[in-house]
């Protein structure tokens, strides 16, 4: 699991400055409450070129939004280069970091769990969306062992309360499953 350095970033709201050439960058937004927990997600995302239309083309993240007319992003969204050292490092395409997330370690080994999120679509399935502030669908997963994984939920209260609470295993209320 790699470790991210938050506190030493410089980072840069998207109005004020953007990035100016391709490549990848952490990309996170204000902390905003998601199912009772109040959390900030950061994660890694790439900058292309767009055609704009009618206008020139312009650089923008993969996950921004074009609706025939306009392309759009967060209006608070925020914005620094990963660094050197970080592209190295072997990082999931669709990791998020969540700020804020209080949960005790793995039952089996006591790595810190990491959360993992998707967007579910009605009626079953889910959307590849590569935008976290949609995901609705969330679980937990110890990246180490991989003994401990929690059901998806998409109440992320009750999800915490449930890893930190340690319900013995093989009851319903039990978040871990342990693979076999």
Not at 155 to 168: E, G, I, K, S, T
């Amino acid at each position: 699991m790699e470790t991210i350095r938050a506190e030493t970033r410089a980072w840069t709201r998207w109005d004020v400055a953007r990035p100016t050439t391709r490549g990848a960058y952490w990309w996170r937004v204000p902390a905003r409450e998601y199912g009772g927990v109040t959390l900030r997600p950061e994660w890694r995302a790439g900058l292309h070129m767009c055609g704009m239309g009618y206008g020139p083309d312009e650089m923008w993240p993969t996950f921004s939004h074009w609706d025939g007319y306009n392309r759009t992003v967060y209006g608070d969204l925020e914005w620094c280069p990963v660094e050197a050292d970080e592209l190295e490092q072997k990082v999931a395409q669709r990791e998020v970091v969540w700020r804020g997330l209080e949960v005790k370690g793995c039952p089996f080994c006591g790595t810190q769990p990491v959360m993992e999120s998707v967007q579910s679509a009605v009626g079953g399935g889910m959307f590849v969306d590569w935008d976290p502030l949609r995901h609705n669908t969330f679980w937990l997963s110890c990246p180490s062992c991989g003994m401990a994984r929690s059901p998806h939920v998409a109440n992320l209260d009750a999800l915490v309360r449930a890893w930190n609470r340690r319900a013995a295993l093989g009851q319903a209320a039990s978040p871990c499953e342990v693979r076999r």
